[in-house]
């Protein structure tokens, strides 16, 4: 299994732009979740999916930030406009249900993240 | 509230020393996981472990162990013999699951950064 993959891995790109954050969880996991860490605030949760399904979208910072999961094996991370405040690494993870799960399963596969700029 | 504590913000060792990560969590629920991930200077999260709320039982993998105590809320993490590829970040989490259910958000602490030198 080749992990959570993201793309792109580095974004730089100027204020006001729009930008765009993909994730390709691992396939069978049924819950998806974009991160954002910055050393300020740490890791934040912004949303997460459960069969495609977003759950929770309590960390969005705000209505410039969308996500969508269109299937099973791809979500997208929108931020529009972008602001300078915006950089940071951007992580998706996936997970199975933790309930049921073996023993050995992890629950949460991060991907590398995206390292935004925002200038 | 639910609330995960590494009161630990930096620690540096010298190689072959051994160290201790302290995690301190809160929930109301007898229901939960606790994790450690490792963050090394690349970026990546890497799982280290999970723990369900049910099983007190202490686990060793190599040179790691983590010590969970329900009595006083700790999920302690040590590694033996350190070595300079231990150098990272350290993320202790926490997920509820209420009446066994799906609540699924991680609560991180804000990690230890742990700088093991030669």
């Known amino acids: 299994d080749a992990g959570v993959i993201q793309s792109p891995r580095h974004e730089v790109t100027e204020m006001g732009q729009e930008v765009t954050l993909r994730c390709k969880p691992i396939?069978?996991?049924?819950?998806l979740f974009w991160y954002r860490q910055t050393m300020m605030r740490g890791l934040e949760l912004l949303i997460y999916?459960?069969?495609?399904?977003?759950?929770?979208d309590s960390g969005m910072p705000e209505d410039r930030f969308s996500a969508k999961m269109p299937n099973a094996s791809f979500s997208t991370l929108k931020i529009q406009p972008s602001e300078p405040r915006d950089s940071a690494v951007y992580f998706c993870?996936?997970?199975?249900?933790?309930?049921?799960?073996?023993?050995?399963?992890?629950?949460?596969?991060f991907g590398s993240g995206t390292r935004l700029t925002v200038v | 509230a639910q609330k995960v504590t590494q009161a630990q913000t930096e620690i540096s060792v010298v190689e072959k020393e051994d160290v201790t990560l302290d995690c301190v969590y809160e929930?109301?629920?007898?229901?939960?996981?606790l994790f450690w991930y490792k963050q090394p200077p690349s970026g990546e999260l890497v799982f280290l472990i999970r723990?369900?709320?049910?099983d007190e039982q202490n686990e060793i993998s190599g040179r790691y162990s983590w010590n969970f105590q329900k009595s006083t809320s700790s999920f302690n993490f040590t590694i033996t013999a350190s070595q300079v590829v231990d150098s990272a970040v350290y993320f202790c989490?926490?997920?509820?699951?209420?009446?066994?259910?799906?609540?699924?958000?991680?609560?991180w602490g804000l990690g230890t950064s742990l700088a093991v030198n030669p």
């Open positions: 993870a996936s997970s199975l249900a933790l309930r049921g799960a073996r023993k050995g399963d992890y629950g949460y596969t």
């Open positions: 396939s069978g996991h049924d819950y």
């Open positions: 999916f459960n069969n495609n399904v977003p759950i929770d």
């Open positions: 929930t109301r629920d007898t229901t939960y996981y």
């Open positions: 723990r369900n709320s049910f």
């Open positions: 989490a926490l997920s509820e699951a209420p009446g066994g259910g799906n609540n699924r958000k991680l609560i």
